[in-house]
């Protein structure tokens, strides 16, 4: 049986036999297919516990298992011109002695990168986006480079690529700016189990980036993040649609306790940046009278320390490039204002 998806990891070619383990019986058809070469006999000598390779290439020989199928070497997945692009990065220079790229900044995180493509060290790519980030807007081959190694690993089966890529076309960064493709490869990375894919596809919906804005079909990508890993995000994304009544009816008493929750996990996690979102809106809640009809204590003064942790964050945020952030910082200091001149009239 030769198997359509199956594709040499060595050297891409499509022309893979299927390996037959044991003393199969020899039938018409079993002996068409091993004149045909469709299937090899494995013999059957099987090692406990190692997984035996499934497939054998007619091409160059290699032996491999249907998960490393789904792997291809950078040989089998690139072009010869990608591969020798890469590696002339990988080198920094070329064989006349001239630098590939002048700048010596831009030629190490250029090597940095072409390095972790075509060694498959997929984690530190992923982390490469955050490193060198910066470049992305002004270097056409780390950008390229960047793009091209994050959808290899994300087809090689690594979900921090998936995620990493699918936010560089929602973002326009360092590729056009492309809502389609950032769907795609969110999907890819919920497929791979990432939990900021699968709440990244709930801004799509919610904002409807790819067709109608769908709250329901947003509310369930947060849920699915927050049951799988609790995560704050989702879990403050989950308090806006209730507090909005996105679903029907606005639900402040449960978007409150879910503010709060998210607030308490991303603080037990020490992370700023969701801790500062779910911040500003719990003191949006506790800093007025009026919400002790949801179940909010009043409490000026926690809302006043709130909203300086939300200022800590968010000035995190801007100083890392989202700049869109400013206006809810401005609304995060007249909140501190506020609640100054409420603890004022305590006080007095
Ligand atoms: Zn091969």
Known sequence: MSDDK?????????????????????????KRQIDAGEVV???????????MPSFECRECGAKFTRAEAGK????????????????????????????????VEEAGACAD?????????????????????????????????????????????????????GALYYNGEGVGQDYAAAQKWYERGEELGEIQSIINLGYIYEYGRNGERDQRKAYLQYAKAAALDNAPEAIYKMGDIHSRGRLGGSDKALAYRLYERSLSVAQQRGDLANASQAALRVAGFIGDEENTRYGAPYDPFRALELYQLAERGLRLDIANGLTYYRKRLAEVLKGQESMRGKLTFFLR
């Open 72 to 103: 291809p070497s950078p040989r089998a997945y690139f072009s010869e011109g990608d591969l020798a692009w890469l590696h002339r990065l990988a080198d920094c220079g070329t064989s006349d002695g001239k630098p590939f790229i002048d700048d």
């Open 6 to 30: 199956a594709k040499c990891p060595a050297c891409g070619s499509a022309d893979v036999a299927s390996i037959l383990y044991g003393y199969p019986a020899l039938t018409d058809e079993l």
């Open 113 to 165: 990168v072409a390095r972790a493509v075509l060694f498959r060290n997929f984690g530190s790519l992923a982390a490469g986006v955050q490193k060198h980030g910066r470049l992305l807007g002004c270097s056409r081959a780390f950008a390229k480079a960047l793009t091209m190694g994050l959808e290899y690993g994300a087809v090689c089966g690594n979900g921090p690529c998936a995620t990493e890529l």
């Open 41 to 51: 006999l494995g013999g059957c000598c099987i090692t406990p516990g190692k997984e």
